[in-house]
Structure formats: C-alpha cells, structure tokens
C-alpha cells in the first residue's frame, strides 16, 4: 500500500492510494495519467451520459425502478446493450416506436421457439427495447 500523487488525464492532481504489487501499481499509475478521468470528472462524465440516455431514447418505454439511481444504473446498461448490437436494425425500431416493437413480440417469441440461432443472439437486445423493470434489465445485463 502507497500513496501517490496522480495527474489524471483530464489534468487534475488528486492523490491516490493503490495497493497490490509495484508492477501493477506502477502500470495503474500510467493508465490514470492518459486515459483516467479523476472522481469528480468521472461523476461528470457519467451524469452527462445518463442525460444522453435519457434525451435520446425517448422513444424506449420509460423505466421503473427501486431508487433513480437503479433507473439511471438500467438505463446506462440498455443503452451500452442497444448500441454495441448492430446487428439488429435499432433504428428502424427506434423510428417506428415503442407500440411497434411491442406489437412484434409474438413474432420474437416464434423466432425463439423455433430456433432462430441469429435471433436468439439478440433476444436479450429485443428484451430491452421494451422491459421497463430496471430490476429486470440489470438483470439482463448481468
């Protein structure tokens, strides 16, 4: 265990405690100096990427949840989920709506039961677009 001071890569000076071996330390300590963001910046960071979410999926069911910070926690996970899957056509979804997708639901469910390998890759995908549990999507994400 040491205590460093650390110039994150956003350029603020915080002093850090890391524990472990020198090697990795060492290796932590370069890692913040290029691409780390300090905790302050950080919570920017994801304050403004959950103000994303919430500005530009407007179009997904609204989420329900224990505490908005469990909202905000689901909301982040469906957006990372819907946008590293390019396989399925989100924004054709996304320009029809909400009702669309759920009108499609039997169709999803008729692509599972009868063992459509592609389709099945993207069931948990096709599940968030309208799950408004944030229990249930976390869930999903895990």
């Known amino acids: 265990m040491a205590k460093y001071n650390v110039t994150y890569s ?12 020198e090697k990795d330390r060492e290796s932590k300590i370069r ?3 290029t691409s780390g ?24 069911p609204e989420i329900e949840g224990v505490s908005e910070k469990q909202v905000n926690y689901a ?5 990372d989920v819907v946008t590293s899957h390019t396989n399925v056509p989100f924004d054709k979804l996304q320009s029809k709506g909400a009702d669309f997708v759920k009108s499609q639901i039997p169709n999803f469910k008729n692509q599972l039961e009868n ?9 948990k995908y ?3 677009l309208w799950e408004t549990n944030a229990g249930k999507i976390i869930d999903l994400c895990k």
């Open 31 to 33: 890692w913040m100096e």
């Open 10 to 21: 956003c350029g603020h000076k915080v002093v850090v405690e890391l524990f472990g071996k």
């Open 115 to 123: 063992g459509d390998d592609e389709f099945k890759k993207n069931w």
């Open 126 to 128: 096709v599940t968030l």
């Open 37 to 60: 963001y300090c905790p302050e910046c950080y919570k920017t960071l994801k304050k403004a990427e959950t103000e994303k979410v919430n500005s530009e999926w407007t179009i997904l």
């Open 75 to 79: 909301k982040r996970l469906r957006l």
